[in-house]
């Protein structure tokens, strides 16, 4: 049997790319709806410019996107493909933008930056020397 045939699902980085690809999507969705409504809102050619410089996106740094003016972020956004649309399978990820949106490092993803160890005290006797 090949190694190709042997692996599993878990071993296949298509999900991951496919929710990457998927919130590429979304990100650029709220970028041209934001662009629609300030051009709608009858801003001036120069208003208009400045909108379009002061605004960008970024993608997979405190959340999977941001919206923000400047470095001021703006809106925090966490995108999930997935078929369950009631309000407790996506509890998750509203905790892990309010988590984020106020610096709070979650418990379980503690362990991903820190290393601890022991504080034991060492006691060493030392031999006297006759």
């Given at each position: 049997?090949?190694?190709?045939?042997?692996?599993?699902?878990?071993?296949?980085?298509?999900?991951?790319?496919n929710?990457?690809?998927?919130?590429?999507?979304?990100?650029?969705?709220?970028?041209?709806?934001?662009?629609?409504?300030?051009g709608?809102?009858?801003?001036?050619l120069s208003?208009?410019?400045?909108?379009?410089d002061?605004?960008h996106?970024?993608?997979?740094?405190?959340?999977?996107?941001a919206?923000?003016?400047?470095?001021?972020?703006?809106?925090?956004?966490?995108?999930?493909?997935?078929?369950e649309?009631?309000?407790?399978?996506?509890?998750?990820?509203?905790?892990?933008?309010?988590h984020?949106k106020?610096?709070?490092?979650?418990?379980?993803?503690?362990?991903?930056?820190f290393?601890f160890?022991?504080?034991?005290?060492?006691?060493?006797?030392?031999?006297?020397?006759?």
């Amino acid at each position: 049997m090949s190694n190709a045939s042997s692996k599993s699902i878990l071993h296949d980085a298509t999900p991951s790319w496919n929710g990457y690809n998927y919130q590429g999507k979304v990100g650029l969705y709220v970028c041209l709806v934001n662009i629609l409504n300030e051009g709608r809102a009858g801003v001036d050619l120069s208003a208009f410019d400045t909108f379009l410089d002061e605004h960008h996106i970024e993608y997979e740094w405190i959340e999977d996107f941001a919206i923000k003016r400047g470095e001021d972020y703006l809106s925090l956004h966490q995108v999930k493909h997935k078929g369950e649309n009631k309000f407790k399978d996506h509890v998750e990820a509203i905790a892990t933008i309010l988590h984020r949106k106020n610096g709070v490092l979650p418990d379980t993803d503690i362990f991903k930056y820190f290393t601890f160890r022991s504080k034991k005290k060492v006691i060493v006797q030392l031999k006297k020397r006759s």
